[in-house]
Nanobody
């Protein structure tokens, strides 16, 4: 079992930055590929970014590429999402998720492949 506890988020003006954190406890964090998803009001949850448990591979949604950076610190059992040049369209509840895998370079954009989820954190970008 893995517990994911998110922090960060809040209200920011367009063009600003925020950093989300997701701290894991339970099973060995370095055995998990991690992802970030978001859900805006009235919309389905969508993929934002993912990172392999080795940290070597990352992937991003086209809408955030070049603005968001996913990273992880396996010694701290934490994954981060640095969000720069935020836009009102980035307003959503953001979720971190963990995919238990033995493959060090695996990552996935597919929501159903993630086994554990954080509680969600609100990000609001004002225009």
């Amino acid at each position: 079992q893995v517990q994911l506890v998110q922090s960060g988020g809040g209200l920011v003006q367009a063009g600003g930055s925020l950093r989300l954190s997701c701290a894991a406890s339970g099973r060995t964090f370095s055995s998990y590929a991690m992802g970030w998803f978001r859900q805006a009001p009235g919309k389905e949850r969508e993929f934002v970014a993912a990172i392999s448990w080795s940290g070597v591979n990352t992937d991003y949604a086209d809408s955030v590429k070049g603005r968001f950076t996913i990273s992880r610190d396996n010694a701290k059992n934490t994954v981060y999402l640095q969000m720069n040049r935020l836009k009102p369209d980035d307003t959503a509840v953001y979720y971190c998720a963990a995919d238990f895998t033995s493959l060090p370079f695996k990552l996935t954009k597919t929501e159903s492949e993630y086994h554990y989820w954080g509680q969600g954190t609100q990000v609001t970008v004002s225009s």
